[in-house]
């Protein structure tokens, strides 16, 4: 599967279905959120990870902070108030399109549209705290792999990350369908049984090989906990990461 496939699949969600596409909750497609109510989810969140970090005593600086995967603004926008400055990076043109509509902040929120498997758009040890949850989860391995190092690149010494994955599915059967969905027999599969509409996949990485590659690549872990935020289905982790 190439990056453009990805792409191609969340900007049709972006187009169709955007709200529903982030957020999945099963009374809301169709376009049903109510948008504050929709908003108003990340701000709970950006507050319960930032208590987080509070009761694990971890120090975050508020100069700069990027939120990846930021969909139409859902949690970037619940960042702001807290950093000087919040950039959001997505994939798909039609959520950043939203996401500017929806931006009450003004230059302290600035969306980029990222094409790329990395993060060149950024220098080196750009931001104090990173933030991705929802998104590592939707796309092969390789690049959630490839991500996770670039925001080890992007973040300043003493900075801290903090994302979610789903290390296994509950069910183990599961784990047979990984290898396939990115190959073209799988796409081939989705456009005949899907048509136009988009397709909510999900991915997961081991916890063991995640804390591999991050300790590997000079990251410190605070910690991991379970998480929720994937689809029940899943058992999915939250970490918490400085370097
Ligand atoms: C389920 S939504 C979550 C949005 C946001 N994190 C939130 O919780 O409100 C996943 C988002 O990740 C974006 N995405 C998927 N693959 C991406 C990639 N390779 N780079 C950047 N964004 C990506 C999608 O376009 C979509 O907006």
Redesign the pocket.
């Known amino acids: 599967m190439k990056?453009q496939d990805?792409q191609e699949n969340?900007n049709k969600?972006?187009e169709q279905d955007p709200l529903w596409?982030?957020?999945a909750w099963p009374d809301k497609s169709q376009n049903r959120w109510e948008i504050d109510a929709f908003f108003a989810t990340?701000v709970a969140e950006i507050e319960e990870v930032l208590a987080y970090l509070e009761r694990l005593d971890v120090q975050v600086a508020r100069e700069a902070a990027l939120?990846?995967?930021?969909?139409?603004g859902?949690?970037t926008q619940a960042l702001a108030p807290h950093f000087r400055v919040v950039h959001g990076?997505?994939?798909?043109p039609a959520?950043l399109a939203l996401a500017e509509q929806y931006n009450r902040f003004g230059d302290r929120c600035r969306y980029h549209l990222?094409e790329a498997?990395d993060l060149g758009l950024f220098a080196d040890g750009s931001f104090d705290f990173i933030y991705?949850?929802?998104?590592l989860q939707?796309?092969p391995p390789r690049?959630a792999r490839a991500?996770l190092l670039e925001f080890l690149r992007v973040l300043r010494p003493g900075g801290v990350l903090v994302f979610q994955i789903p290390s296994a599915p509950r069910q183990k059967w599961r784990l047979l369908l990984q290898p396939l969905k990115p190959t073209r027999l799988w796409r081939l599969y989705r456009r005949l049984r899907y048509n136009d509409r988009p397709v909510m996949e999900m991915y997961c990485i081991p916890k063991a090989r995640v804390l591999r590659l991050l300790r590997a690549h000079g990251a410190r872990v605070v910690d991991v906990q379970p998480d929720t935020s994937a689809d029940a289905a899943w058992i999915s982790y939250r970490y918490c990461v400085t370097r």
């Open positions: 990056l990805l969340w969600f972006g596409g982030i957020l990340g939120d990846f995967g930021c969909g139409v859902r949690l990076v997505d994939i798909s959520m990222n498997d991705s949850n929802i998104t939707h796309m690049f991500y």
